[in-house]
């Protein structure tokens, strides 16, 4: 993974059959040129092990599309000179997974073209060395491409679709891919919109069709200072394309000669992640059994709030007393299983080109703040990660010492060398002063974009910073003169506890939610919160932290 992007130019683009709204075709863009160098620029920010260009040409005649290749960066589909159309694929590889370098834009055989950004933790079966994106271009290779179906198994060719296939896939994911055969473009994004995927739809003064990872660094299409800081929100040049797998079919038998190419969103046919993607809970109203399981009982008496233990004791005998212990332990293993997932696999490649000697190796790091969320992942990473390993805890403060987080970190940090004290922890403080990041403020709004108000922006910073690992660790960790010397991360896994507030009730607004309106009120504010998480936060995080060269990792 690291970021994907294509531009296409010279085909007319109907997507007056979306659901959402598509009036971009009518409205008047920004003036602004985005050229493939822009793209490959912004990509190559990002710190990739490889970066690759592929670039198809469209040609036809009154009959037909035909095709040719060159065993170049240029495949050329070729007849006449007229009507030319052109996609230009881009792919920036971090390569954490396989054992032999990859580069993308990927190629197959039968001319079909794949650039992905994402990986495959489930759903599909592939072998511990194998490369997900080499999987997945072998996969969509065995897909129907007659054309005349779009999920389940073709009638025509008994091959099944393309839709199915990334329905499937378990993990988080973007995708740009080409098939050939059926002059088809296929692109999107994961359920939850994990990995980030921008979109330009073409307007009336500018016809081109983008796609990319993220915005490339272009000022002048950003909002003013002003406008972020109070929040006006500015009609982008850039807008987040909502989840979904899309297709547009390249055709010009109707068209007068012209190429056109109509986009379809097409739905996901897991029954399960359509099911995830509704989020109705099956009970939304706790019975009262369950909420008389189990209630405070202060240790120390009633009248001392702040400095009494809080305990957790049984209310009632009965069978019901087990009930939420058994299902933390549940949450705890699937947990621990998704923690698994995403760090098993990062030193199959990286062991054999790192350089970095073994007991050096630090390759996952959290995004620690010493809250609940953050310690989870900690204790749950030492529990899944071979003890060799030492494990970062990355935490920013922008008031020093006296930051709650920062505080709460060093805390946090203590709770874990009781519990873990065999693992090496490297508590990483990452300090900053807003006032004095003046041009990573601005590279920070290029990351955000579309986002732009002062909220994402001070989010934005602390996650570009977290990410980029570079601070100050204690010179001693039974040193408490607070000595440090300056340290620098070099794990490119960063776990981080994105979402857990939304599924489990955690901002403030949630309270008030529930004193409005119950169990029910509260329902409603997480269902939005997880439907709309794709637009206001992931996107956004994983533009900004794998502007660093790291793998963010959701437990999701």
């Known amino acids: 993974m690291c970021g994907i992007a294509l531009t296409v130019s010279g085909i007319r ?31 190559r920010r990002r710190g990739p092990d490889s970066l690759g260009v592929k670039k198809v040409t469209l040609q036809h005649n009154e009959k037909q599309i035909s095709s040719f290749i060159e065993h170049d960066e240029t495949l050329l589909c070729s007849a006449n000179e007229d009507s030319n159309g052109e996609l230009h694929f881009i792919g920036a590889t971090l390569q954490l997974r396989g054992t032999v370098p990859l580069v993308q834009p990927l190629v197959d055989a039968s001319r079909n073209i794949l650039v992905y950004n994402g990986e495959i933790f489930g759903g599909l079966q592939l072998a511990s060395d194998c490369n997900d ?57 994961d359920a939850f919109g994990r990995r980030s995927l921008l979109v ?16 490339p660094v272009a000022p002048d299409q950003q909002a003013t200072e002003n406008e972020a800081h109070n929040g006006i929100e500015n009609r982008s040049y850039w807008e987040e394309l909502p989840c979904g797998v899309y297709s547009m079919h390249v055709d010009a038998s109707n068209s007068n000669g012209f190429l056109v190419g109509e986009v379809q969103i097409h739905e996901y046919t897991n029954s399960t992640l359509k099911e995830l ?13 369950n909420l008389q399981t189990f209630c405070p009982k202060f240790s120390r008496g009633q ?47 990286q062991a054999v080109i790192s350089g970095i000697k073994q007991e050096k190796f630090v390759p996952v790091a959290i995004l620690f703040s010493g809250g609940l969320d953050s310690m989870i992942l900690a204790a749950l990473l030492d529990q899944c990660l071979d003890p060799t390993y030492e494990i970062d805890l990355l935490t920013v403060s922008f008031d020093g010492e006296l930051a709650p987080d920062r505080k709460s970190a060093k805390t946090g940090l203590k709770e874990l060398k009781r519990v873990a004290p065999s693992r090496r922890w ?15 403020t601005s590279h920070v709004m290029s990351l955000i974009n579309p986002a732009n108000t002062y909220m994402d922006l001070n989010i934005g910073i602390a996650l570009w ?17 607070h ?34 309106g119950s169990w029910l009120g509260l329902d409603e504010e997480m269902k939005l919160d997880m439907q709309r998480i794709w637009k206001r936060n992931l996107g956004r995080d994983d533009r900004c932290i794998a502007d660093n060269g790291k793998e963010i990792s959701i437990l999701g």
């Not at 087990?322 to 696999?345: D, F, G």
């Not at 990452?430 to 006032?435: E, G, V």
Request: aromatic content about 6%; glycine content about 6%; charged content about 20%.
């Open 13 to 43: 683009i109907n997507i007056s059959s979306l659901p959402f709204d598509s009036t971009s075709l009518n409205r008047q863009s920004e003036n602004l040129l985005i050229s493939l160098d822009d793209l490959k620029e912004a990509l």
């Open 133 to 189: 994106a080499e999987f997945l271009m072998q996969t969509l290779g065995n897909c129907c491409s007659c054309g005349s179906c779009l999920t389940g198994n073709c009638v025509k060719c008994g091959k099944g679709s393309i839709t199915d296939v990334l329905s499937t896939i378990k993990g988080p994911w973007a995708i740009i891919y080409w098939q050939d055969s059926s002059r088809t473009l296929w692109f999107g994004r």
């Open 200 to 215: 330009h739809w073409p307007t009336e003064d500018d016809s081109t069709f983008l796609l990319s990872s993220v915005s």
């Open 277 to 289: 993607i509704k989020w109705e809970r099956i009970s939304v109203v706790p019975s009262s059994e």
């Open 303 to 349: 009248q001392d709030v702040h400095s009494a233990s809080l305990e957790t004791v049984p209310c009632e005998a009965g069978s019901t007393q087990n009930s939420i212990p058994m299902r933390a332990h549940m949450l705890l293993n699937v947990l621990k299983e998704s923690v698994i997932r995403r760090t098993s696999l990062y030193t199959i490649y």
């Open 426 to 440: 490297r508590l990483v403080e990452i300090d900053a002063d807003l006032s004095d990041l003046v041009s990573e």
């Open 465 to 481: 910073l977290a990410s980029c690992g570079d601070g100050w660790v204690s010179a001693d960790d039974n040193d408490d003169t």
């Open 483 to 516: 000595a440090r010397i300056k340290y620098k991360s070099n794990a490119r896994i960063l776990l981080v506890g994105s979402g857990a507030d939304e599924q489990c009730a955690g901002y403030g607004r949630h309270r008030t939610s529930f004193r409005r």
